[in-house]
């Protein structure tokens, strides 16, 4: 492979990780109980899901390469990513319902009836998705590269946020505002599907597989070598920990205990060594490009699919589909997303952004995630 400031397995594996939601939350909004639950798509769907953490494990490598790690900028960062991660709700969530094109039985699916309250549009609008996740790591991210440029501290602090998060699992104090920080910290409920505890973990991973990156003069054999051989051991470990107690270590993806969190961790680091294996003997072709364009414009494609997807619900109806319109509506939010991606975000703003000479058409000044 090229000698590259960026490490092209890592966006690699970035542009795929957005892509691969788009199918799993179109199944997810669309397919219904039958599909999702007892049908070979999606129990393929739901495993690619499980690759959320190679997502997660490229920010935090990321974050170590980068020139700025100032904790002012990180929380620069956070506020920008956070904001994003409302504004997405708001449009996913609350505009729909404003607009009376939200189907009775989504509403249902919270335990709701129609109308939709204020308190409830609140609820939605404070859910705690990724992008939530992502900001508010990156505060703690600043803090500890502050703190400390040692590799192993990160590692250790992941390793103690996977063994104990469990504890303090849904943790609550009883006062409305404080809770809902608490729950983005470590929520057990619905409001919060990415709770920062114990995910961290998987961006702390990658911030020690990022320093260690560095310490060798980033040597990329080396790194992924690492990364498959650690990753082996984490799924063994993490494995047997989810075999002897699957309900405590693993439970429902979303909340998961130590054992989950060592296995998907081990899982999602032999996805990116397998990454690095095809930059390396695979020449550069259309498709390795389309996921590079595709991991620089993580966020915004995030939210586009999202929104989209959730919009559409006011036409095609929440959980009505079987496997043939599921396999049909893929490639369609696909397309959709990406079609708006590149025609009213890359030819309109960033172009005539670029033309006052403050943002070339490859945006890279885009905060990706």
């Given at each position: 492979?090229?000698?590259?400031?960026?490490?092209l397995?890592?966006?690699?594996a970035?542009?795929?990780?957005?892509?691969m939601?788009?199918i799993v939350?179109?199944l997810?909004?669309?397919?219904?109980?039958?599909?999702?639950?007892?049908?070979?798509?999606?129990?393929?769907?739901?495993?690619?899901?499980?690759?959320?953490?190679?997502?997660?494990?490229?920010?935090?490598?990321?974050?170590?390469?980068?020139?700025?790690?100032?904790?002012?900028?990180?929380?620069?960062?956070?506020?920008?990513?956070?904001?994003?991660?409302?504004?997405?709700?708001?449009?996913?969530?609350?505009?729909?319902?404003?607009?009376?094109?939200?189907?009775?039985?989504?509403?249902?699916?919270?335990?709701?009836?129609?109308?939709?309250?204020?308190?409830?549009m609140?609820?939605?609008?404070?859910?705690?998705?990724?992008?939530?996740?992502?900001?508010?790591s990156?505060?703690?991210?600043?803090i500890?590269?502050?703190?400390?440029?040692?590799?192993?501290?990160?590692?250790?602090?992941?390793?103690?946020?996977?063994?104990?998060?469990?504890?303090?699992?849904?943790?609550?104090?009883?006062?409305?505002?404080?809770?809902?920080?608490?729950?983005?910290?470590?929520?057990a409920?619905?409001?919060?599907?990415?709770?920062v505890?114990?995910?961290?973990?998987?961006?702390?991973?990658?911030?020690?597989?990022?320093?260690?990156?560095?310490?060798?003069?980033?040597?990329?054999?080396?790194?992924?070598?690492?990364?498959?051989?650690?990753?082996?051991?984490?799924?063994?470990?993490g494995?047997?920990?989810?075999?002897?107690?699957?309900?405590?270590?693993?439970?429902?993806?979303?909340?998961?205990g130590?054992?989950?969190?060592?296995?998907l961790?081990?899982?999602?680091?032999?996805?990116?060594w397998?990454?690095?294996?095809l930059?390396?003997?695979?020449?550069?072709?259309?498709?390795?490009?389309?996921?590079?364009?595709?991991?620089?414009?993580?966020?915004?494609?995030?939210?586009?699919?999202?929104v989209v997807?959730?919009?559409?619900?006011?036409?095609?109806?929440y959980q009505q589909?079987?496997?043939?319109g599921?396999?049909?509506?893929?490639?369609?939010?696909?397309?959709?997303?990406?079609?708006?991606?590149?025609?009213?975000?890359?030819?309109n703003?960033?172009?005539?952004?670029s033309?006052?000479?403050?943002?070339?058409?490859?945006?890279?000044k885009?905060?990706?995630?």
């Amino acid at each position: 492979m090229k000698d590259n400031k960026r490490i092209l397995a890592i966006d690699l594996a970035r542009g795929l990780s957005v892509l691969m939601v788009i199918i799993v939350h179109t199944l997810w909004i669309y397919g219904d109980i039958h599909t999702q639950s007892e049908t070979w798509l999606g129990s393929t769907i739901h495993f690619i899901g499980k690759g959320t953490g190679m997502f997660l494990i490229a920010m935090g490598v990321s974050f170590t390469l980068s020139r700025n790690q100032s904790i002012v900028l990180s929380i620069k960062r956070a506020f920008y990513i956070l904001v994003m991660g409302y504004l997405m709700n708001f449009l996913k969530f609350v505009l729909p319902v404003l607009a009376g094109t939200v189907p009775d039985n989504f509403i249902a699916a919270y335990g709701w009836t129609s109308p939709v309250t204020l308190d409830q549009m609140i609820y939605m609008l404070g859910t705690g998705d990724i992008l939530q996740l992502a900001g508010v790591s990156l505060l703690f991210m600043g803090i500890i590269n502050k703190l400390s440029k040692n590799k192993y501290v990160p590692l250790v602090i992941a390793l103690c946020i996977a063994i104990l998060t469990k504890e303090v699992h849904g943790f609550r104090v009883g006062i409305v505002g404080v809770d809902y920080i608490l729950d983005l910290l470590w929520g057990a409920e619905w409001n919060v599907y990415f709770a920062v505890f114990p995910w961290f973990s998987f961006i702390l991973i990658g911030m020690f597989f990022g320093l260690w990156y560095k310490e060798r003069e980033k040597s990329n054999s080396y790194l992924f070598t690492r990364m498959f051989m650690a990753g082996i051991a984490l799924m063994f470990v993490g494995g047997g920990l989810c075999y002897y107690n699957f309900e405590y270590h693993f439970g429902d993806y979303f909340h998961l205990g130590p054992g989950g969190v060592l296995y998907l961790a081990g899982f999602n680091l032999v996805i990116m060594w397998i990454a690095h294996l095809l930059v390396t003997y695979i020449k550069e072709n259309k498709v390795f490009n389309f996921l590079y364009y595709c991991s620089k414009r993580v966020t915004t494609i995030y939210m586009i699919q999202w929104v989209v997807i959730c919009w559409g619900m006011g036409a095609l109806g929440y959980q009505q589909f079987g496997v043939y319109g599921v396999l049909l509506l893929i490639p369609f939010y696909m397309l959709l997303t990406l079609g708006i991606q590149r025609l009213l975000l890359d030819k309109n703003i960033f172009s005539k952004r670029s033309k006052k000479g403050t943002l070339t058409t490859t945006g890279k000044k885009q905060v990706a995630v």
